[in-house]
């Protein structure tokens, strides 16, 4: 039987699995990871997540994994979603599955999680308010991005002053707060 909210993550370097598992947390998913494809496998044991998420591991890539996982006949209907860099889509024999490329945002990845699992978004339940986020750090700016899109806003981004004076002008009334 399948745990609704249960999402089992494998990924190597412990950073992006901390990061992985404290964005879908805070989506109210309850999160199960692992570090090598030994690890996975066996932390699959006889639960059955509601869906998949595979990094790069030290000991075998998304591809050969999820092969192996979808041999496991109560694992097969299991979504997959692979991390790992690829940059074509995924085996048409690992359906359903997404790929997601690195680098990616907390808002990308839950947005895939959702997909896989289902729960599209409604852009009228996020659209209250129109933040617009200034800044020329990429890094910043996404984490900006994905905490207040957490909190139900709409965002607009600019890298610099120009850039956000040019979508403002076009998005004036749009917007509550820059």
Known sequence: MTEKRRVFVAERD???LKLIELTLSAKGYDVV?????????SGLGSAVPALV????????GAPGLAE???RVPRLREVPLLMIDGLTSGPDASLAPSLVL?????????????????GHARSAA????????????SAAL?????????????AIETAENVPQARVLIE?????????
């Open 14 to 16: 412990p950073r992006l």
């Open 33 to 41: 990871s692992a570090q090598g494809a030994a690890d996975v496998l």
């Open 53 to 60: 998420v595979l990094g790069q591991l030290p000991d075998a």
């Open 68 to 70: 192996r996982i979808r």
């Open 101 to 117: 490329p690195r680098p990616f945002t907390g808002t990308l990845l839950t947005e895939a999680v959702e997909r896989l699992l």
């Open 125 to 136: 339940r996020s659209a209250l308010h129109t933040v617009m986020v200034i800044e020329d």
């Open 141 to 153: 700016r996404g984490l900006i991005t994905d905490i207040l899109h957490r909190q139900g806003y």
């Open 170 to 178: 076009r998005r004036a009334a749009a917007v509550s707060l820059i």
